[in-house]
């Protein structure tokens, strides 16, 4: 072969290695770098609480405890989101293709090099192709951000309105049944003094310490709140009534009072009992029979406003309606031989005879061995020492006994205590109505 073959021949071969590299290095495609983008951001949001505490400071005073609440409530802390979001990381492959060509020939390793400087040319790639920066919509879309509605729609805010109501509603009871001594809404002064006895002794005090005294005796904080006003101006308008004629009357009493005594004195005081513009001898009983005895009936006297009333709940009174009693032959003999001063007959079933009764039901009158007649009141206090209830009563000798069937418990006239309860639970009356059902015709003022 000629020298200008040769070198015609060695020409072609270069030009023909050239066009190979150049070709397998621009036209390759672009080498996958998914595999190199990070992984999704993680986001650490604290969750917030909020919480309120309340503490009942619960006073004593005396005998019974009021109700007063304090309520503290603790704000809601809310903290903002947190997000931790690491940087995303993105890289591409090494040109193989570029290593690969670096075999060639000596002569066209440096052109080479320069013209496979498209890895430079894929670098944008790896740039554009890292959305991390721009795409990641952690930042915009995270609701933690943007829904964290935590602080518009935490009810705990909204919620806690009903804690403040109830810590209004739990101070209220404390102003009504206040500990804030009673007297001071309605001064002793108001209702001015009155005198009484007690053991034989004379004493006068305020009418608010002598009522409350005499209430918590009388009924005590048992009983309904009506009935223990009602029995107040009962008390105030007996002591009272007494003490405008010059008597000092003897009262049952106590020395501590409860502080539902107080109160309910407290409201009334001063109130009184009235007919035709005067002060009523408004006198009061523990219990009665289905009706209240009249004044005529025990004492003798007629008082227009002490007058027999139908008590409707008196039936529910099971401590003392239809109570039972029971005696012997030898000591009801005793009892009747000791009043009477008569020998009685060897029947005992002659003893003793209901001979009459009053509209109330309560005993007018009793035959003592068909020989002597009592009235029941005289029955019940004088033949048998009170040991019975009642003047309104059944008796029945069976079997070598006398059994008393008793209905009520006291003389029966005027305010009945039980009852003025009963009317008060069971029929919802206030003082006012109770008192003007006892006290015919009478008025409250």
């Excluded at 917030?48 to 503290?72: M, N, V």
């Excluded at 989101?81 to 670096?102: D, M, R």
């Excluded at 496979?116 to 920066?133: D, L, N, Q, S």
Aim: aromatic content about 10%; some cysteine; hydrophobic content about 30%.
């Amino acid at each position: 072969m000629k020298r200008s073959s040769l070198a015609g021949f060695t020409v072609a071969a270069v030009i023909g290695l050239v066009y190979t590299a150049v070709y397998t290095t621009v036209g390759e495609t672009s080498p996958d770098i998914s595999e190199y983008i990070a992984a999704n951001a993680v986001s650490a949001v604290e969750d917030t609480f909020s919480s309120y505490e309340t503490d009942l400071f619960i006073p004593q005073s005396e005998t019974t405890k009021s109700t007063t609440a304090r309520t503290d409530i603790t704000a809601v802390t809310e903290k903002n989101p947190v997000s931790a979001i690491p940087e995303a990381q993105a890289g591409t492959k090494p040109n193989v293709v570029s290593q690969a060509v670096v075999h060639t020939a000596e002569t066209t390793t440096t052109p080479r090099a320069t013209t496979t400087v498209p890895v430079t040319t894929t670098t944008p790639r790896a740039t554009t192709t890292v959305p991390v920066t721009t795409t990641v919509p952690v930042t915009t879309t995270t609701p933690v951000t943007t829904t964290t509605p935590v602080i518009t729609t935490t009810p705990v805010t909204t919620t806690t309105v009903p804690v403040t109501e109830e810590r209004e509603f739990g101070t209220t009871p404390a102003t009504t049944t206040a500990v804030t001594t009673p007297a001071e809404t309605h001064a002793p002064s108001e209702a001015g003094t009155l005198t009484y006895k007690l053991n034989g002794k004379t004493y006068t005090d305020s009418a608010y310490n002598v009522v409350c005294r005499v209430v918590e005796r009388e009924m005590g904080s048992s009983f309904h709140e009506e009935a223990l006003k009602a029995q107040a101006v009962a008390a105030y308008s007996f002591i009272k009534y007494k003490n405008d004629r010059g008597i000092s009357p003897e009262l049952l009493m106590r020395d501590s009072v409860s502080t539902k005594v107080k109160n309910a004195v407290a409201e009334v005081i001063g109130e009184g009992v009235y007919y035709n513009g005067s002060l009523c001898e408004a006198v009061y009983s523990a219990s009665q029979g289905g009706a209240s005895a009249s004044a005529s009936e025990v004492w003798g006297g007629y008082v227009p406003y002490l007058v027999s009333v139908e008590n409707n709940y008196d039936s529910y009174d099971s401590a003392n309606y239809g109570k039972k009693v029971t005696f012997t032959k030898s000591q009801m003999k005793s009892y009747l031989e000791s009043y009477t001063g008569l020998s009685l007959s060897s029947d005992p079933e002659n003893w003793i005879e209901i001979d009459s009764r009053y509209d109330s039901g309560y005993v007018k009158n009793v035959i003592i061995d068909g020989r002597k007649t009592v009235s029941g009141r005289q029955m019940r206090e004088k033949v048998l020492d009170f040991e019975i209830n009642s003047a309104n009563f059944d008796v029945e000798y069976k079997n070598g006994e006398f059994i008393f069937t008793t209905y009520g418990f006291g003389h029966g006239v005027g305010l009945s205590q039980v009852g003025a309860n009963l009317y008060a639970t069971k029929g919802g009356y206030d003082y006012v109505e109770i008192l003007e059902h006892y006290y015919h015709g009478a008025t409250v003022r």
